[in-house]
T-cell receptor
Framework: KQEVTQIPAALSVPEGENLVLNCSFT??????LQWFRQDPGKGLTSLLL?????REQTSGRLNASLDKSSGRSTLYIAASQPGDSATYLCAVDDTGTASKLTFGTGTRLQVTL | DAGVIQSPRHEVTEMGQEVTLRCKPISGHDYLFWYRQTMMRGLELLIY????????DSGMPEDRFSAKMPNASFSTLKIQPSEPRDSAVYFC????????????FGPGTRLTVT
């Protein structure tokens, strides 16, 4: 059974710092990996989706990388801002037939002024 | 598009009552997913539909839970009878197709069963 772990569980950084969030998964036979953001009391917002054949995806200040063989993904946030404060979740699809996602436990990020 | 729409946003009910949660997916999306989020268990997939047909309901906790999708623009998740341990946030999500496409989540329904 696929297990997805995110470390650290919580992170606090000052504004302007670059930071890396980690995601690891036990079964490397995945079809894609998705990073989400969740604001308190809100739903999830998709940030980036990486197909298994890709190594990374970029969107603005966000860059996600994928290393299938080692079962790891990272989300890099450049020049962090207070508005980046949220919980970040990664999720993997290891079924290939549909986006049946297994979610990680999330990293709660706080960017301070 | 207005995104995935869920109703109600909050539901408080007494143990034993029937609860119905509703979802309208993004127009044109072929897949619809129901998730439950709790502090203890995180985000769990309950069931998903493809073209209105339930494909995998292995995440449905027990027979008290049922889901339907009578047409491409509407789905319900019903709990009967409800129990306090069902208290959670229930999310509906939809995607254009399987595998290669992102899932878009609704704002969720916060259910409290007293």
């Amino acid at each position: 059974k696929q297990e997805v772990t995110q470390i650290p569980a919580a992170l606090s950084v000052p504004e302007g710092e670059n930071l890396v969030l980690n995601c690891s998964f036990t079964d490397s036979a995945i079809y894609n990996l998705q990073w989400f953001r969740q604001d308190p009391g809100k739903g999830l917002t998709s940030l980036l989706l990486i197909q298994s054949s890709q190594r990374e995806q970029t969107s603005g200040r966000l860059n996600a990388s994928l290393d299938k063989s080692s079962g790891r993904s990272t989300l890099y946030i450049a020049a962090s801002q207070p508005g980046d404060s949220a919980t970040y979740l990664c999720a993997v699809d290891d079924t290939g037939t549909a986006s049946k996602l297994t979610f990680g436990t999330g990293t709660r990020l706080q960017v301070t002024l | 598009d207005a995104g995935v729409i869920q109703s109600p946003r909050h539901e408080v009910t007494e143990m034993g009552q029937e609860v119905t949660l509703r979802c309208k997916p993004i127009s044109g999306h072929d897949y619809l997913f129901w998730y439950r989020q709790t502090m203890m268990r995180g985000l769990e997939l309950l069931i998903y539909f493809n073209n209105n047909v339930p494909i995998d309901d292995s995440g449905m906790p027990e027979d008290r839970f049922s889901a339907k999708m009578p047409n491409a623009s509407f789905s319900t998740l019903k709990i009967q009878p409800s129990e306090p341990r069902d208290s959670a946030v229930y999310f509906c999500a939809s995607s254009l197709a399987g595998g290669a496409y992102e899932q878009y989540f609704g704002p969720g329904t916060r259910l409290t069963v007293t």
